[in-house]
């Protein structure tokens, strides 16, 4: 059995994913695997277990148990979102080879390096690092990517999604620095950042109420409320936010703005994921 971990906003992790996932029972049709959204699995409690409590403390170990772990997810400022970071440090690995894959805009910096801090004291015998060129996704810093760019870099992410598949099937295994300290004080920065970004999300009144980013926000960091005199349920946004641009870039209604960044009239989503896929 193969575990794939994934979080995604906009479609790019969960893309590649999908098609590791392809990939590797085209390989081998017996072979199982699972997609599991970390966003959900980390929150849902389904990955608690009462065997691995850390005595006398607040937190709950979890077990991840597979023949091999893949985890697929976006660089968020040189670092791996909040709730990953979290899922994974709180992991016990009973899993003999760990895949690492980040998706990344320009450049992941020391994503990788990051996460590899936290998993060599892990006990883990055999692990794969790997960087997944996309789409950049955050538009109040590098505006709404163009037809040409968007089909440009998916190419990208298919080719070295399928030459790292082969490499996981074939289960190799690399090292990467964790030496970046750069990377190191922006995510840093960034972590300090996302406690209080929830609170300059802003909704606009062109919101209809559908729901659709209630429904598609990884960790349910946005809760419907109906304000005083409006006629239609609202989002709010809470401290949960991991300010991955998922409802930004998919309220149909180009309805949410954080603080006064300009997000132009078209969001982002990969062009083979729907909407609905990312609701899962
Ligand atoms: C808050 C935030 C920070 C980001 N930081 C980086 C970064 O440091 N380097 C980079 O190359 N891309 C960065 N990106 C772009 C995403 O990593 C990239 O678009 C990723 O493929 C999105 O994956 P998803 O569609 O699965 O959410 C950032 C995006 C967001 C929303
Ligand atoms: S997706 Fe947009 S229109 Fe729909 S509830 Fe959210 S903000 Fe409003
Ligand atoms: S509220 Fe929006 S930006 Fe924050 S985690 Fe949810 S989808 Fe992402």
């Not at 999908?18 to 389904?46: M, Q």
């Not at 109906?226 to 991955?244: D, I, L, N, W, Y």
Request: with cysteine.
């Amino acid at each position: 059995m193969t575990k794939i971990f994934y979080f995604s906003a906009t479609g790019n992790s969960l893309w590649s994913a999908k098609k590791i996932a392809h990939n590797i029972s085209a390989d081998n049709p017996t072979e199982k695997y699972e997609l599991v959204n970390i966003g959900k699995a980390a929150y849902d409690g389904s990955f608690a277990n009462d065997d691995l409590k850390i005595s006398g403390g607040k937190k709950q170990k979890h077990l991840i148990e597979a023949d091999a772990v893949i985890f697929v997810f976006p660089s968020f400022a040189y670092g791996m979102p909040r709730v990953m970071r979290q899922f994974v440090k709180n992991a016990e690995f009973k899993a003999s080879y760990v895949a690492a894959l980040v998706t990344y805009g320009s450049s992941p910096g020391g994503t990788l390096g990051g996460l590899r801090r936290i998993l060599r004291k892990k006990n883990i015998s055999k692990m794969f690092f790997g960087k997944i060129p996309a789409v950049e996704n955050y538009l109040a810093i590098f505006g709404t990517p163009g037809e040409e760019t968007i089909k440009k870099r998916s190419e990208a992410q298919k080719r070295v999604t399928d030459d790292l598949s082969r490499l996981i099937i074939e289960r190799k295994e690399n090292k990467v620095s964790s030496f970046y300290p750069l990377s190191f004080f922006v995510y840093c920065l960034f972590t300090l950042g996302i406690k209080i970004f929830y609170r300059f999300y802003q909704v606009s009144d062109k919101c209809a109420g559908c729901g659709v980013c209630e429904k598609i926000c990884p960790v349910s960091a946005i809760v419907m409320k109906t304000k005083k005199g409006a006629s239609v349920k609202q989002p709010r946004f809470t401290s949960r936010c991991e300010h991955c641009q998922g409802c930004v870039n998919l309220c149909p209604l180009r309805a949410i703005q954080f603080a006064r960044a300009r997000f132009g009239s078209r969001g982002y989503r990969h062009p083979e994921i729907s909407i609905n896929e990312l609701i899962k």
